[in-house]
Every structure is written in C-alpha cells, then in structure tokens.
T-cell receptor, first 111, second 115 residues
Framework: SQKIEQNSEALNIQEGKTATLTCNYTNYSPAYLQWYRQDPGRGPVFLLLIRENEKEKRKERLKVTFDTTLKQSLFHITASQPADSATYLCALYSGTYKYIFGTGTRLKVLA | DTEVTQTPKHLVMGMTNKKSLKCEQHMGHRAMYWYKQKAKKPPELMFVYSYEKLSINESVPSRFSPECPNSSLLNLHLHALQPEDSALYLC??????????????FGPGTRLTVT
C-alpha cells in the first residue's frame, strides 16, 4: 500500500528564513500531489496542487517541487513569518476519490 | 461560497447514545467525504459519496452510518460508540472530473468525545 512520510514531525526556523518541508512516498507515482495547511482544531486548507508532469509550482511565497524519480515533493515557504506556523500536510490523489495524507510537519516560525 | 459547514462544533456523548454529525456545502461539489483525525495524526478517510451514492467505505465499523440526503448535505450517524472513537471528524467536498479541481475543501470539524 502507499506510504507517505514527511521528513520531520516538527521544524523550527527563524522569521525571514526559508522553510523547506519534505514529502516522500513509496510505490506508485500519483498523478497529483497536494499540500495543505492545518491549524490546531481546524480542518486542512488547500494550498497548492502539482501534477506529475510539472517540476515546480509557485504561489506567492510558496513553492512546490515534484520529483517523480526520487518519489519526493519539497514544499518551500520563503520569507517565513510567525503566521506561517501550522501543520503542513502533503496528500496524494490515488484515484477513485481517495486521498492519502502524509504524517504532517509542525512548522514553528520564531520571531 | 467556498465554505463547508459542520455542526455541532463539539459533541460529548455516552456509549449508549445516538447522535448525528451534519455537513453542508453549496459549491456544487458532487463528492463528499468523512475523515477521522486523532491528535497529531493525519486525517484518515472513512467514507466517500459521489453523486449521492456511497463510493468508498474504508472498512469503518457499523456503529458509524453515513447518509447523503442530497448533493449538498452529508450526515454521519453515531450509535454505541467507544471511547477510542473520540476524535476530530472532518467533512470535505471536491469536484472530481475537472482538470484542476481535485483539491478538497474541508469543514472546521466536529470534536467528538465519547464518555
């Protein structure tokens, strides 16, 4: 079965730095990979979607890369701010309405 | 309106109670989901309805019973739950079939405590 791992359970960085989060998966390569943000006690919020034939996607301070050879996606937040502190989840669309979520990384941006 | 609403926000129930969770969306999405999320864990898929028909049941115990009365509403009926069923229950919707719209929109969740 598909297994998705995010590099670290928690990541602390200084304000203004770039945060880099990793999502690794095994087995088949998904057609789409997504990143979500989740604040405590709230539902996840969609951030970015990247297709298997796209190397990179950007949205404002966010950048996602997708390496189907390495079976890895990187999620970058540039010029990070304390308001970016949250849990970030990657998710793979495995077809037939099924989404498999990664273990999540809790990001804390220190002022 | 890009909002998914869920009621109630919090629910405390005994193991012999019967209760229901409700979810509503008005984005015209034709797929709706129930997820269960324990603390510090990712959301786990429970059920998926597509065009008001149950498409996926991830081997969920029968004490959880989903219902999709129409394309905007999704219910989760609860009966004889166990304390380990305490979790955040999330509803989501998506519009499959459109090239760029596989993302899911999540509601705020219902925090369920079983005593």
């Amino acid at each position: 079965s598909q297994k998705i791992e995010q590099n670290s359970e928690a990541l602390n960085i200084q304000e203004g730095k770039t945060a880099t989060l990793t999502c690794n998966y095994t087995n088949y390569s998904p057609a789409y990979l997504q990143w979500y943000r989740q604040d405590p006690g709230r539902g996840p919020v969609f951030l970015l979607l990247i297709r298997e034939n796209e190397k990179e996607k950007r949205k404002e301070r966010l950048k996602v890369t997708f390496d189907t050879t390495l079976k890895q996606s990187l999620f970058h937040i540039t010029a990070s701010q304390p308001a970016d502190s949250a849990t970030y989840l990657c998710a793979l669309y495995s077809g037939t309405y099924k989404y498999i979520f990664g273990t999540g990384t809790r990001l804390k941006v220190l002022a | 309106d890009t909002e998914v609403t869920q009621t109630p926000k919090h629910l405390v129930m005994g193991m012999t109670n019967k209760k229901s969770l409700k979810c509503e969306q008005h984005m015209g999405h034709r797929a709706m989901y129930w997820y269960k999320q324990k603390a510090k864990k990712p959301p786990e898929l429970m059920f998926v309805y597509s065009y008001e028909k149950l498409s996926i049941n991830e081997s969920v115990p029968s004490r959880f019973s989903p219902e999709c009365p129409n394309s905007s509403l999704l219910n989760l009926h609860l009966h004889a739950l166990q304390p380990e069923d305490s979790a955040l229950y999330l509803c989501a919707s998506s519009q499959p079939g459109q090239s760029d719209s596989y993302e899911q929109y999540f509601g705020p969740g219902t925090r369920l405590t079983v005593t």
